[in-house]
């Protein structure tokens, strides 16, 4: 199946503490995507990464740390997790070509307490 | 900055009846519009996509036109389905893959029997 996938679909933790999330797609593209969606249901590009190149958000807290081992994964790592990242965080994938649309995951909904 | 604005939070209609959601946009660069649709608890996924002006985009019963005179692209639907309950998401790319989506408030619509 050619899709994006993530890893976990949930996350309860406390503040102060270290979350990763992965993802990963099997669709061939070779450029990658986080976005927070909040309760509002705001959606908000965090980062792009391509060919090494990374694209930040420059609201984007620093706590926040995409991570990649090739073009297939994109990882995101929070540092120290404060109240206002509880959110659900979608992963996306798309080829590099302008006006190619993106196909997302199914996201990781991340509560902190 | 780029920005898309759409119909604000809940339209609720009889299956059916018509669908219309509103989207204008502004930007200074050209552009590619889309619209995703969300179903409660799963991905994001493209329900249109243009770049061309004037020109009709059709897709599983819905169709937009890009508009770049008035900076619009409406969706529509003829006939609304119980299954069309879901949010619906206009987005715009800017000519630059790594920008990623700039995304509207999503306009949540709930279709009654």
């Known amino acids: 199946e050619t899709a994006v996938f993530q890893t976990p679909n949930y996350h309860v933790t406390q503040v102060g503490n270290e979350v990763s999330f992965n993802c990963k797609q099997t669709l061939g593209h070779d450029t990658m995507y986080w976005y927070k969606q909040d309760s509002k249901k705001l959606l908000k590009i965090m980062f792009s990464y391509n060919n090494k190149q990374l694209i930040v958000n420059e609201t984007v807290p620093r706590r926040f740390s995409p991570q990649s081992s090739d073009k297939a994964h994109l990882n995101l790592r929070i540092k120290s997790v404060e109240p206002e990242d509880s959110a659900v965080y979608l992963c996306?994938?798309?080829?590099?070509?302008?006006?190619?649309?993106?196909?997302f995951g199914p996201g990781t909904r991340l509560t902190v307490l | 900055g780029d920005s898309v604005t759409q119909t604000e939070g809940l339209v609720t209609l009889t299956e059916g009846l018509p669908v219309m959601l509103n989207c204008t946009y502004q930007t200074a660069y050209s552009t590619f519009l889309f619209w995703y649709v969300q179903h409660l608890n799963e991905a994001p996924k493209l329900l249109l996509k243009s770049s061309t002006d004037n020109k009709r985009t059709e897709h599983q019963g819905f169709h937009a036109t890009l508009h770049k005179s008035s900076s619009s692209f409406h969706l529509q639907k003829s006939s609304a389905q119980l299954s069309d309950s879901a949010l619906y998401y206009c987005a715009l790319n800017r000519g630059n893959y790594a920008q990623g989506l700039t995304f509207g408030l999503g306009t949540r619509v709930s279709v009654f029997p």
């Open positions: 996306a994938s798309s080829r590099r070509d302008w006006g190619y649309e993106q196909y």
